[in-house]
T-cell receptor, first 116, second 114 residues
Framework: GAVVSQHPSWVICKSGTSVKIECRSL??????MFWYRQFPKQSLMLMAT?????????EQGVEKDKFLINHASLTLSTLTVTSAHPEDSSFYIC????????????FGPGTRLLVL | AQSVTQPDIHITVSEGASLELRCNYS??????LFWYVQSPGQGLQLLLK??????LVQGIKGFEAEFKRSQSSFNLRKPSVHWSDAAEYFC????????????FGTGTRLQVTL
């Protein structure tokens, strides 16, 4: 149980284009989903917290207009990197927290983004 | 503010040897503590968690961790390491409430020699 998927696992795009990453909770309903960014050989940096049906809460220093987050249902959250640039290249990981199990986050497999 | 310190950046052990990964936390209230493991290019898998009760918690893959409030520690242990345990290990602390977030340590990379 508690499986979280991400799609795509890998994406390469040209500078200036937008990229959408999906995060799905497969076998539970996620009231809250989190988006993290991880640089090589570093820990996870929380970018934003999204609750189903409401606007995402962004961490300090994260551009909300660049990283658009939508949490339209209890099983799906999306992160859209708008007008991507090479410095946005990174490993993006989502996690989900289920109804009635609010203290534990279950993580997806991650999406590696390379912007050329 | 909450924080997690993993003092060991890199640890190498021989297969079959015992393992202990250190984690110290700072948290103003009752901590919720977690250990996650990350294989290269993968997401994080939950190994175990501690909320309350017995201070020695058992997790998956033969791992266990002991919560020591007096030392603000939550060290991860395994009696006999397997080559497949080579990965990055993250300790994290969170709190009660739906608004709680996780704070991660910087991770410990485990290398296993045959």
């Amino acid at each position: 149980g508690a499986v979280v998927s991400q799609h795509p696992s890998w994406v390469i795009c040209k500078s200036g284009t937008s990229v959408k990453i999906e995060c799905r909770s497969l076998d539970f309903q996620a009231t809250t989903m989190f988006w993290y960014r991880q640089f090589p050989k570093q820990s996870l940096m929380l970018m934003a917290t999204s609750n189903e049906g409401s606007k995402a809460t962004y961490e300090q220093g994260v551009e909300k207009d660049k990283f658009l987050i939508n949490h339209a249902s209890l099983t799906l959250s999306t992160l859209t990197v708008t007008s991507a640039h090479p410095e946005d290249s990174s490993f993006y990981i989502c996690s989900a927290r289920g109804v009635g199990e609010w203290e534990t986050q279950y993580f997806g497999p991650g999406t590696r983004l390379l912007v050329l | 503010a909450q924080s997690v310190t993993q003092p060991d950046i890199h640890i190498t052990v021989s297969e079959g040897a015992s393992l202990e990964l250190r984690c110290n936390y700072s948290y103003g209230a009752t901590p919720y503590l977690f250990w996650y493991v990350q294989s290269p290019g993968q997401g994080l898998q939950l190994l175990l968690k501690y909320f309350s009760g017995d201070t020695l918690v058992q997790g998956i893959k033969g791992f266990e961790a002991e919560f020591k409030r007096s030392q603000s520690s939550f060290n991860l242990r395994k009696p006999s390491v397997h080559w497949s345990d080579a990965a990055e290990y993250f300790c994290a602390v969170g709190g009660a409430g739906t608004a709680s977030k996780l704070t991660f340590g910087t991770g410990t990379r485990l290398q296993v020699t045959l």
